[in-house]
């Protein structure tokens, strides 16, 4: 279901639904995030598994040597989920997948702090033509207006790379090469703040379309799931990680081992850069971009929005995941096809419409950090 056909009548009956982080920084002293560092981390998941990612909770995944990590949804309590062990503090990120098919079914790409900055892609079963991509400072929703849509020529049958690319000063989601939309550190606080702070790495496939989710979350992700048409599952290809330390990629530190809290402003600034026994203020060592204030309030923080009838809308937390069946696409095809180019800008949604849309889109956000605990 396309999100601008949404009406009011689902923004109706939303209340909050929330997602937590193991540790805020900005509430209390947390431990340091181990740092990719000057490591170019380059995994070619065909050739099976690799100890960078960790399985969350119930998570098995099968490895392909054409198609790589197989992420398979088989009933309405599969997520299978890996989160990696490092971080990143700025930097770029390769990951060549092909999305899950089928309507209920989300497939996502996400970047996430300590105190929640986020910054995502994901891709809705049903939706043929186009990908998602949002962002969010320290997990606040007090708005909607801040997720795009870009064109993507067959997402669940044709493999494509997507990238994010995020520095100081700018964040760009590209696809194939091309960049689709641009987001500008402008200063801008609250909602609309630059996610800034070391992230982590997560791939996963869930259920949106859930018997027991929000009427909201169902519309959002095309409709209920049917499982006779399944298995479902996504390919993730490869993933290829580069960590800017602080930087913008060509300045900063020139390796990383932590990051540690400065303070509790969650600002890039306050960001310490360790470096054996070395520590080095990021805003000494990279160009300077506009700080920002938090206008979070607690460490359980809201990411989306769900009706209060639903009794849970999130991925049980005890997850079980099949084995896949012998046949591993997704219809019946091993077609990689030729890449896309994508024409459109992928604008943020703006106004009433575009709030509304996005109150809804947010949803998949939050079901699917709440299948990443860590």
């Not at 939303?14 to 982080?21: D, I, N």
């Not at 065909?46 to 992420?71: C, H, P, R, S, W």
């Not at 938090?294 to 809308?313: E, G, H, K, R």
């Amino acid at each position: 279901m396309h999100f601008k056909t949404l009406t009011a009548l689902a923004l109706a009956s939303l209340v909050s639904a929330q997602t937590y982080t193991e540790c805020d920084p900005t509430k209390k002293t947390c431990p340091n995030d181990k740092a990719v560092g000057k490591e170019i981390i380059n995994i070619d998941f065909t050739k099976g598994e690799d100890n960078f990612f960790k399985n969350m909770v119930g998570t098995t995944i099968k490895y392909d040597n054409k198609l790589g990590a197989v992420y398979t949804i088989k009933k309405e309590t599969d997520a299978p989920t890996v989160a990696s062990s490092r971080y990143i503090f700025f930097g770029q990120v390769d990951v060549t997948v092909r999305a899950a098919f089928g309507k209920g079914i989300v497939t996502s790409f996400v970047l996430q702090s300590d105190d929640l900055d986020e910054i995502d892609w994901e891709w809705i079963g049903s939706d043929h033509t186009q990908v998602q991509t949002n962002y969010f400072s320290q997990g606040c929703t007090e708005t909607y207006d801040r997720g795009g849509f870009s064109p993507v020529a067959n997402p669940q049958d044709e493999f494509h790379t997507y990238t994010i690319k995020w520095t100081p000063t700018q964040l760009d989601w590209i696809i194939d090469g091309t960049v689709v939309r641009t987001l500008k550190n402008d200063g801008q606080k609250g909602c609309s703040a630059f996610p800034q702070t070391p992230m982590q790495i997560k791939l996963g496939t869930w259920v949106a379309g859930r018997k027991d989710a929000a009427q909201g979350t169902i519309e959002w992700a095309g409709g209920i799931a049917d499982y006779s048409e399944g298995p479902f599952n996504g390919f993730y290809q490869s993933i290829k990680i580069q960590d800017y330390m602080g930087g913008d990629g060509i300045t900063g530190p020139k390796d990383a081992t932590e990051y540690k809290y400065g303070d509790k402003s969650g600002t890039w600034q306050s960001i310490k850069v360790i470096s054996g026994t070395s520590v080095s203020d990021a805003d000494e060592t990279t160009t300077k971009a506009p700080s920002k204030t938090s206008t979070a309030t607690s460490t359980a923080t809201t990411l989306s929005t769900v009706p209060a009838s639903s009794a849970s809308s999130a991925p049980d937390s005890s997850i079980s995941s099949l084995p896949i069946d012998s046949t591993l696409n997704n219809n019946g095809t091993t077609s990689t096809g030729d890449a896309a180019e994508a024409t459109e800008s992928g604008d943020v949604l703006t106004g009433g419409a575009g709030k509304l849309a996005m109150s809804i889109a947010s949803i998949g956000a939050a079901l699917f950090a709440g299948a990443m605990l860590l």
